[in-house]
């Protein structure tokens, strides 16, 4: 090993954690089973929401709805009242494609698939890389119906560029692509006797028969199936100060929450982390953070201690929600994107984002109560403001504070080229963003 070889350091050692977990990860579905099998193995129990619940004092619980939204919460040894709620938000989903439910295109000797734009993806990052399909299916089995987690882990499908012959302003004019007409995946070539439909329909059942006994094509009833790039993430740069993977936003910040609610033991004030599905479309869904998902484990937990309703209003009164989505890290070839004063770095710490028109929560009094948490953890914090003449994204934020009526913050770790099929983040950002949000479940 050379001298400058990098040393092993803690930073490093949960950067490499965050790659397994999104490599484990491929779709919303995958990240929920992937949390769960992460809690499981920190003592948490799987509680339904067709079961009454039972909670132990100071037990540790999850619970899942609609397959990719997570509520998990250790319990706070503090009368709920008193102590109120501690809980960080993040998203499951990512912005990419979808395979149309009869998605099978048959033509010039070719199987292709039809898919829908799934969030606002970059389209042209998708375009010739290893692309694979992840998700679940629905089964028919002399149980009955069961869903199931499907993944293939080999390239599958691909989205070749046109050739810069055909395309010889494509540099000067960017690589533009018609979501009808320009994005169907080649799956395959097609002998002349070969049905495409059918063809995928093998592909799924022997995908799914990997793990199950009984699953021929016509035991399959239907299927959400999301694209995905099978390169695994990879530490990069000169000192491997860097991260680079697809779906960093948000199973960043969704692993970030995760792991400070696992290492949080015996906190004052119960603390939960809210993983939702459907971000990237606006969180309106039976699961999304826009459903009653939160204010109902937020009610069955109040139920179960009691709480009257004035002491429910107290708890809300006293709870805290930081929203954790990943920001816009600044980069140097694009000066004109940024605004002024408000260059987030890579590895600089975490982002407190700030929008006066409510794009984000936050405000004065939640800013410095991150921050203090970033001073307790012992970590850098930056400030975010998107330039007034683009417009500002959004995230959960806003959508669970104006439900739950409580303090709020915006914050995340910095990312280069949000939506892209690969994005780069920081190895120390992830660090930083474990220890503020410790801080703020008060471990
Ligand atoms: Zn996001």
């Known amino acids: 090993m050379s001298q400058s070889a990098p040393k092993i350091t803690k930073d490093r050692t949960a950067a490499l954690e965050l790659i397994d977990f999104i490599d484990a990860s491929p779709s919303p579905w995958h990240a929920v089973a992937s949390a769960e099998a992460r809690l499981l193995a920190h003592g948490f129990t799987r509680l339904e929401e067709e079961s009454r619940w039972q909670l132990a004092a100071g037990g540790r ?49 070719l199987a292709r698939l039809a898919v829908e734009v799934y969030g606002g993806p970059i389209l042209a990052t998708f375009t ?8 679940r299916v629905v089964l028919r089995t002399a149980a009955g119906q069961q869903t199931r987690l499907l993944r293939f882990e080999r390239p599958l499908l691909r989205l070749p560029n046109l050739a810069i012959h055909m395309n010889r302003d494509v540099n000067e004019q960017g690589l533009k692509l018609n979501k009808q007409t320009e994005l169907p995946l080649i799956l395959g070539q097609l002998g002349e006797n070969d049905d495409a439909e059918a063809l995928l329909r093998k592909l799924l059942a022997d995908a799914v028969q990997a ?12 299927w959400e199936l999301a694209v995905y790039d099978v390169q695994k993430g990879c530490l990069w740069g000169a000192n491997e100060e860097f991260i680079a993977s697809r779906q960093l936003d948000n199973l960043a910040s969704c692993y970030a929450a995760l792991t400070a609610l ?182």
Request: proline share 4%; with cysteine.
């Open 262 to 443: 696992v290492e949080t033991k015996q906190p004052d004030a119960t603390c939960l982390t809210a993983l939702f599905d459907h971000e990237e479309v606006g969180s309106e869904s039976a699961a999304g953070a826009g459903s009653s998902f939160i204010t109902d484990v937020l009610a069955r937990i109040s139920a179960h201690a009691k709480l009257d309703e004035q002491d429910r209003q107290r708890a809300m009164a006293r709870s805290f929600f930081i929203s954790a989505d990943m920001a816009h890290a600044y980069n140097p070839n694009f000066p004109n994107a940024y605004e002024p004063g408000h260059k987030v770095s890579v590895n600089g710490g975490p982002v407190i984002k700030t929008n006066s028109n409510q794009r984000y929560t936050t405000n004065a009094e939640t800013s410095a109560r991150f921050i203090g948490f970033c001073e307790r953890a012992g970590v850098p914090y930056q400030q975010y403001a998107h330039r007034s003449d683009l417009g500002c994204g959004s995230t959960i934020g806003p959508i669970v504070a104006s439900q739950l009526g409580v303090a709020s913050v915006d914050v995340g770790s910095p990312v280069w080229a949000m939506h892209s099929a690969r994005e780069s983040a920081g190895v120390h950002d992830h660090a930083y963003m474990i220890a503020a949000l410790e801080a703020a479940f008060g471990s």
């Open 211 to 222: 793990d199950s006994n009984h699953a021929g094509s016509a035991d399959l009833l239907s």
């Open 128 to 135: 010739d890389r290893d692309l694979s399909l992840a998700g």
């Open 61 to 109: 619980y999850y619970v899942v709805r609609g397959g990719a939204s997570m509520i998990a919460f250790v319990q706070g040894s503090k009368p709920i009242a008193e102590a109120g709620f501690r809980i960080v938000g993040a998203h499951t989903d990512s912005p990419g494609f979808r395979i149309k439910p009869k998605a099978a295109l048959a033509g010039d000797g």
